[in-house]
Nanobody
Framework: QVQLVESGGGSVQAGGSLRLSCAAS????????MGWFRQRPGEEREGVAA????????YYADSVKGRFTISQDNAKNTLYLQMNSLKPEDTAMYYC?????????????????WGQGTQVTVSS
């Protein structure tokens, strides 16, 4: 049974940083396309960052490029999202996910599995 459990969300002021973690079980993160998406109430899911098996390829949405960094620890089977220079518009529920397909339009990414999410709130 696949389980993805996120942690690390919270409330920060603009310009601050947070590090999200995603512990996986029943699924080896290093073998698949993994990533993070976020969702605000009433809005579509927005892909944020993705990492291909073995970390050989990383993809970032334009809105977070240069501020967010995706990584994985294969020994711990854990995915991370380091978020720096946070902005109020980054406020959302963040989900760790096993990605089936990415697309230039990050609202069109498709997912096989995702976790329960962790809330990130950035105040101005």
């Amino acid at each position: 049974q696949v389980q993805l459990v996120e942690s690390g969300g919270g409330s920060v002021q603009a310009g601050g940083s947070l590090r999200l973690s995603c512990a996986a079980s029943g699924y080896t993160v290093s073998n698949y396309f993994m990533g993070w998406f976020r969702q605000r109430p009433g809005e579509e899911r927005e892909g944020v960052a993705a990492i291909w098996a073995g970390s050989s390829y990383k993809y970032y949405a334009d809105s977070v490029k240069g501020r967010f960094t995706i990584s994985q620890d294969n020994a711990k089977n854990t995915l991370y999202l380091q978020m720096n220079s946070l902005k109020p518009e980054d406020t959302a529920m963040y989900y760790c996910a096993a990605i089936r397909e990415v697309a230039p339009d990050t609202t069109r990414w498709e997912y096989n599995y995702w976790g329960q999410g962790t809330q990130v709130t950035v105040s101005s």
